[in-house]
Each structure stands twice: as C-alpha cells, then as structure tokens.
C-alpha cells in the first residue's frame, strides 16, 4: 500500500497494487497546494520519493513492482543490522549463528531482516506517517524486535525516526541503518564532485564548487566482497578527484551534519548515532555504480549506527537490554539554490 504525505496538505491513500501502468498506482483525484510531497510504501515501510517545490530529492523506486525486486535497496530500512556480514554467519557470544538476508539472495546477507516485510500504519497524519513492525526471533537472530518508522514531513525538510525495541529476554545485538539515494547535482552528471575530510584543516566547504561536505577522519579498507579487513580503518583525506564512480566506502568517526549539493540545491543532513568506537556510527557512500535503472545519477548516502560486519566485531557496543529500544533519528533540509 502508498501513501502520500503533503505539507500544508492533506494526507492521502493512494490505493492497493501499484500494477496498474500508473507511475505510483492510484492517486487521490483531488490537488492541494503544497511545498513539499513525499510517497512511501508499506513493504519494508519503504519512503519511494520526496519532493520539495517540484524538485525530486530521493532517487527511489518507481512503483511496487519495482520495489519488490529489492535491486539497490532504495531507501531501505535496514534492522537488525546494515551492509554485509562476512558468509552470512555470526557469533553471538560463542554461538555462530547462519543468517540470510530478508530478500535471501546475498551470500553476505546484506542490509538485514525487514526490508521486504509488510508493515503497519500506526499512525497517520496530515504531515506524519508511522510504521510498525515485529519480527520474530530465529534462529539465525534468535532475538524478537518491535520496529517503528516514523516520515515527519514539512515544507523543506523530511525527518526519519528509527526505534527497534528488544523484545527478549536478554540483551540483543541491534545494528540500524537507511539507505536512500539522492539525485546528484546537475554539474556531477557525469560525478565530479570533490569531497572533504575533518583531515584537511577543517577549511571552508566551498559550495559553489559542488563540494561534499563529509567530515570524517577515517575510513574502513574492505576486500572484494566489500567486508572490512583485520585492521580496517585508514585516514580519511577527501576525494581529491571527485567521488569515484565505484564508491562503496563507509566513513568512520564522522560529523554528525554533512552537506552536500543535490538536484537544485544542497542538503543538509543530520544523524544523532553514537560515534565512538570506531566502526560505531557511519556514513556510507555508494555512487550507484551498478544500479539496474538509473546508474550513476543518484548517490546513496547511508546513516547507520556501525559499520558492515558489526555482528562479528562490535556486538558488545550494539547491545540493548530487554525492554529498552536502539534508535536513530536523521533530519533531512533541503537549501534550493539562489
């Protein structure tokens, strides 16, 4: 099921199967002037675009059909962990554990359990959508969650609240994330943007030149199946020569804001995660060098609250005793150009 969310407006659903030719399947008939629209789905309580003053921001899927194939996990919800786990096994305090992801393709099991679940609307409003969820415990993830997402909607700016609560009776390791894609700028089509670190001075982010304004010190060296080396973490200097086209790094002791030039303008983004350890609270860049539709007109820029392989190297960081919830808020503002 879609609903779209208006600022200033009202609130609509749009309806059951997206299979219906249209571009987002049923619409409400009726118009209402509005700043800002965003659309989001049911299935993995997917967020499928956001719009401000007629500018398309998020690079999502164009209907159900496509979003069920899960190719690129568009704006994904990612829970109980994000990106890869090295063969799909974990141990959970000396137990090794067999996971698959929820699409169940990827030897790596990658970006989690919920991406492809049904959820439910909570709670509906004229600017505020919320999302529920529970999954049940395996025994891959012997660990019973209760996911909630929240979309907060105003006339420039979209927040996403992510709260997972343990539902078992011992403490659960509990990895989050997002993965949305966001359009690029219209001067990096083909990419040629130049990215800062907090290694280069902290000098001024130049924004008329398109620059990212990233602000981490360190990032994780991977291998080929994109799972972090024995000793992971290298200083981060910026991307002298324009983010490179196969980028798929993640970020590490970061800034909690970046800025960054999308289509029309610049966004600001915010992400309250921890920071410390490292591998705790990551940026991660993918330059949607492989995407089926769309390659390398969007990038996705992934708050998650550790690194890829966290089951395997900072379980004890992501615990969260039973009753309490791990949660993540990002602020997203979008800046038209002048």
């Given amino acids: 099921m879609l609903y779209t969310i208006k600022a200033g407006g009202g609130t609509f659903r749009t309806g059951g199967s997206t299979d219906t030719g249209n571009e987002l399947g049923a619409r409400a008939s009726h118009t209402v002037a509005t700043q800002a629209e965003m659309v989001v789905s049911t299935i993995g309580a997917t967020i499928m675009s956001w719009t401000v003053g007629g500018v398309d921001l998020i690079d999502g899927y164009l209907d159900e059909t ?11 919800i990612l829970v109980p962990w994000s990106n890869r786990i090295r063969n799909g096994v974990w141990d959970d305090a000396g137990v090794l554990r067999k996971v698959v992801d929820a699409g169940n393709h990827d030897p790596e099991s990658l970006h989690g359990l919920v991406y492809d679940a049904e959820f439910t609307v909570a709670q509906l409003s004229d600017s505020r959508i919320e999302l529920v969820y529970q999954l049940e415990a395996s025994a891959g993830y012997p660990y019973a969650l209760a996911v909630s997402v929240t979309y907060e909607l105003s006339a420039s700016g979209l927040t996403m609240r992510l709260s997972v609560k343990n539902l078992a009776d011992k ?70 020569d324009g983010i490179p086209d196969e980028c798929d790094a993640s970020l590490v ?13 610049r966004l600001k983004m915010c992400a309250d995660f921890a920071t410390t350890p490292l591998g705790i609270g990551t940026w991660h860049v993918f330059a949607g060098q ?45 800046v038209p150009e002048n």
């Fill in 66 to 76: 496509e979003l069920r194939t899960f190719a690129g996990h568009r704006s994904a």
């Fill in 171 to 240: 403490p659960a390791p509990i990895g989050l994330g997002w993965h949305p894609y966001f359009f690029r700028a219209e001067e990096d089509l083909p990419n040629r943007l130049r990215a800062t670190s907090q290694n280069m001075e902290n000098r001024a982010v130049d924004q008329r030149a398109g620059e990212w304004n990233l602000g981490a010190s360190y990032y994780v060296l991977t291998d080929d199946d994109v799972i972090p080396l024995d000793e992971p973490f290298a200083e981060f200097y910026g991307f002298a």
């Fill in 253 to 265: 002791d970061v800034n909690r804001n970046i800025d960054f030039p999308v289509r029309g303008g």
């Fill in 290 to 334: 492989n995407l089926e539709r769309g390659a390398l007109e969007s990038v996705a820029v992934e708050p998650c609250t550790a690194m890829a392989d966290a089951l395997n190297r900072l379980r004890e960081h992501m615990l969260v005793e039973p009753g309490q919830a791990q949660e993540m808020t990002v602020n997203l503002e979008y």
